[in-house]
């Protein structure tokens, strides 16, 4: 049987560090535990907040890469619960400033303060910029994609609505997703098409017109 490692790195108050184990064990992880802490100083806006890290190495086995996998997934849907959000906080913004480019640019300079403090907590790794020439041109541009997204929204969503919008957001993903895993494009690992994937995009696109007949 294979096993998997895992990595989590959790911000957590002084004295949450001590359950970090016993929670790994409720998601079923039942072989090896190990947590390493240290101690941030933390100074986003003024106020000291003394935080641990607390990295917990999980060495999982059948079931619990099960459970690895469901808390993953659970994490990028309440991500994509927050771009639901902040298409709507972004629409309200954009009736005050009268200007879709003008109200991305003031959720971009959002974003990059937020990551901005995060980098610089220390809390991931800080990494180092690559030379230019080291990467593929394209490799740059991923933030034209970003801008195009939030142009789209603001413009669409008073329009089609929350539900429709983001119906068409996932169809458009799942689309290019499947071309990309079938075709190995811009380095993705190639994974052939299959029927099974060729049928779930079918149900998602039927899901988007429904969506949009009500």
């Known amino acids: 049987m294979q096993t998997a490692e895992s990595e989590f790195v959790l911000l957590l108050p002084k004295p ?8 790994a064990r409720s998601f079923g992880f039942e072989k090896h535990y190990s947590v390493r802490s240290r101690q941030l100083n933390v100074n986003p806006f003024g106020v000291l907040a003394m935080l641990r890290v607390a990295t917990i190495h999980v060495e999982t086995k059948g079931s619990a890469r099960m459970a690895t996998r469901l808390f993953l997934a659970l994490l990028v849907a309440l991500g994509g619960a927050g771009l639901t959000l902040q298409a709507a906080w972004n629409a309200r913004l954009r009736i005050a400033t009268a200007s879709p480019v003008f109200t991305a640019l003031i959720s971009v300079l959002v974003t990059l303060v937020s990551l901005s ?10 990494g ?3 030379a230019f020439r080291s990467l593929p041109p394209w490799a740059w541009c991923g933030g034209l994609f970003a801008a195009a997204y939030l142009l789209a ?3 669409a969503l008073p329009k089609l609505g ?14 290019a997703a499947l071309i990309l895993d079938s075709t190995g494009a811009f380095e993705v690992v ?5 029927l099974s994937r060729v049928l779930g995009m079918v149900i998602v696109l039927l899901g988007v017109i429904l969506i949009q007949r009500s």
């Open 190 to 194: 190639r994974i052939p098409l299959s």
């Open 128 to 130: 180092a910029l690559p």
């Open 117 to 126: 403090l995060v980098w610089a907590s220390g809390a991931t790794e800080r």
């Open 162 to 175: 929350a539900a429709a919008v983001f119906a068409l957001v996932i169809a458009g993903q799942l689309l």
């Open 16 to 23: 949450a560090v001590q359950l970090t184990a016993s929670r």
């Open 153 to 155: 929204s603001l413009i």
